[in-house]
């Protein structure tokens, strides 16, 4: 065969990815098709040990590892260790103990915007967590009702009232046994006495006493 004709046969067949409907695969046959499954080893071990969780005062017992995993990531990595809160994420954890644990932040807040954005990416500051919270709706698409939206503790006026009013009965129970002038008072002698006054030799007659005796004693 020529150089020509080979040329001619490459130029031919050498037409780069062929199709399976293709002449070429006319007499042989169609390849199987396999499809791809991802199997997790978990699934397949069937004696796995029950997993218990390690956290203090908690009960829950995982029959794998993934769940046990979920769990672990859902209800104690990001908890605050003071009052117990669980958070999705380290961000919003310390958020949450910065603002409601943090008595140098209270006091920051009042000179300096310092509500960080709850978007980790974003950078922004404000001062208080309501106009945090319409930058989050607006600006980020939270919902208004944003499940973690932390806002200041404020202590109700009625229990501070409640209080007041209890200190006042208290004060008042209290001035009914002390002098209204806080000076110790000084009583006057008006020459009366408060004890009964008892017998004493001036009052008494010792020559009877004299006279009693001598006529009792023996003769001698």
């Not at 080893?41 to 794998?64: I, K, L, M, W, Y």
Request: include cysteine; aromatic fraction near 10%; proline fraction near 4%.
């Amino acid at each position: 065969m020529e150089d020509i004709d080979i040329l001619s046969l490459l130029g031919k067949y050498g037409i780069g990815r062929r199709k399976l409907d293709d002449d070429l695969f006319s007499g042989d046959k169609l390849p199987a098709r396999f499809g791809i499954y991802d199997e997790d080893e978990e699934n397949q071990c069937h004696q796995v040990t029950p997993t218990r969780c390690t956290v203090p005062g908690c009960n829950f017992t995982a029959d794998s590892i993934v769940n046990f995993e979920k769990h672990y990531n859902s209800m104690h990595r990001y908890s605050c260790s003071q009052c117990k809160k669980v958070l999705p994420s380290p961000h919003l954890l310390d958020l949450h103990v910065q603002e409601q644990h943090d008595s140098f932040f209270a006091v920051m807040a009042e000179r300096k915007p310092s509500y960080s954005c709850y978007i980790e990416e974003c950078k922004e500051k404000f001062t208080n967590a309501e106009e945090r919270l319409n930058h989050c709706v607006k600006i980020h698409k939270l919902p208004k009702d944003y499940r973690f939206d932390s806002k200041p503790k404020k202590t109700s006026k009625n229990k501070k009232s409640q209080q007041d009013i209890q200190v006042d009965q208290a004060s008042k129970k209290d001035q009914k046994f002390n002098f209204t002038n806080n000076r110790q008072k000084v009583f006057s002698y008006t020459g009366k006495k408060f004890t009964q006054e008892q017998n004493t030799s001036a009052s008494v007659d010792m020559d009877a006493i004299m006279i009693d005796l001598k006529e009792n004693l023996p003769q001698t």
